[in-house]
């Protein structure tokens, strides 16, 4: 039961989440090279 | 099996081959969405967002300190079947589980190196809030000085395709290829260190375990406790005390190695 609460409550979340904004800082981030995550920035 | 879906999870995930042939990263609206894995968006071949990596860059932004949207996603991938993800889907999961298999004398880590996994979780979580640039914005500070997924997914392909890259090694990238070296090595000699001592989205997903909607069941009318499933658990833990454990990544050799059915993935 638990599993169903925290599976909507992350639903619910994610398009909190989403609709803030958020998703396009992380599109931002995703589609240039990220240099700190490859060792170089 | 369980080596065919973790194969296909990870072609799916990185499933812009030209990336690796141009030395070119994918530019493409799918990496607004997060990937259910350890898969570096750094990675030529990435059509997704990792979500450590994702979370690092909300918690940095300058409009964020917190992200509703990482967070719910890996609540809901946590919450239906736990570290499922670890061990049927991530590609780093696969790297490690390959190099496994290289023949060679095999060391069990210390208990003790699981905590380490805390310190990890920290470095996503708080350290872009407190390690800020000039203008404030946060620096990925787990992505930037322990993730091997990106120095080894991304950070080896790219440099190798872009001279310009190369020319800006410094102490960062040899310190980065130092710890990948490592989790390398050690792959060889223990099963998957990664997950065992630095994962922290393993670390979450962990959590989980324990209410997830699939999980591991044990039937103890039907169990002789003959000690087949602890034998065949590559993370050394007793399925029959521990299915619920942070640590265990749900690869179901312990189900497989059951000679009475006593270990059943349920809904219950």
Not at chain 2, 89 to 109: A, M, Y
Not at chain 2, 114 to 120: D, E, G, I, P, R
Not at chain 2, 163 to 191: D, T
Not at chain 2, 235 to 253: A, H, Q, Y
């Amino acid at each position: 039961m638990k599993g169903y609460v925290f599976f909507i409550l992350g639903a619910v979340l994610t398009i909190m989440g989403y609709s803030r904004g958020e998703a396009a800082v992380v599109l931002k981030k995703a589609i240039r090279i990220c240099l700190e995550c490859i060792g170089i920035g | 099996m369980r080596g065919l879906i973790q194969s296909i999870s990870a072609i799916l995930m990185n499933g812009q081959i030209a990336g690796f042939l141009t030395g070119r990263i994918y530019t493409g609206k799918s990496k607004t969405f997060c990937v259910p894995g350890m898969n570096c968006y750094s990675c030529p071949g990435a059509v997704g967002s990792c979500p450590i990596g994702a979370l690092q860059a909300v918690v940095g932004s300058l409009k964020y300190s917190y992200s509703l949207y990482i967070m719910g996603f890996i609540m809901m991938i946590g919450s239906l079947s736990g570290r499922f993800v670890c061990g049927w889907i991530c590609p780093f999961g696969l790297f490690q589980d390959v190099l496994s298999k290289i023949p060679s004398p095999k060391w069990k880590l210390p208990k003790w190196t699981a905590y380490l996994k805390y310190v990890s979780l920290l470095m996503v979580v708080i350290g872009p809030l407190i390690i800020v640039n000039k203008i404030g914005m946060g620096t990925p500070v787990f992505c930037k000085w322990i993730c091997p997924v990106g120095t080894i997914e991304g950070g080896v392909p790219l440099t190798i395709m872009q001279p310009a890259l190369r020319a800006q090694f410094g102490f960062l990238f040899g310190w980065k290829m130092m710890i990948a070296v490592l989790v390398i090595i050690m792959s060889v000699v223990s099963y998957r260190p990664f997950c065992k001592v630095l994962c922290p989205l393993g670390l979450i997903l962990g959590w989980f375990n324990r209410i997830s909607i699939i999980k591991l069941h044990v039937n103890h009318e039907n169990c002789t406790s003959c000690g087949l499933c602890e034998k065949a658990c590559p993370i050394e833990l007793n399925p029959v005390e521990e299915t619920t454990s942070i640590e265990c990544i749900r690869c179901m050799k312990c189900k497989n190695a059951c000679c009475n059915g006593s270990i059943e993935l349920s809904m219950k």
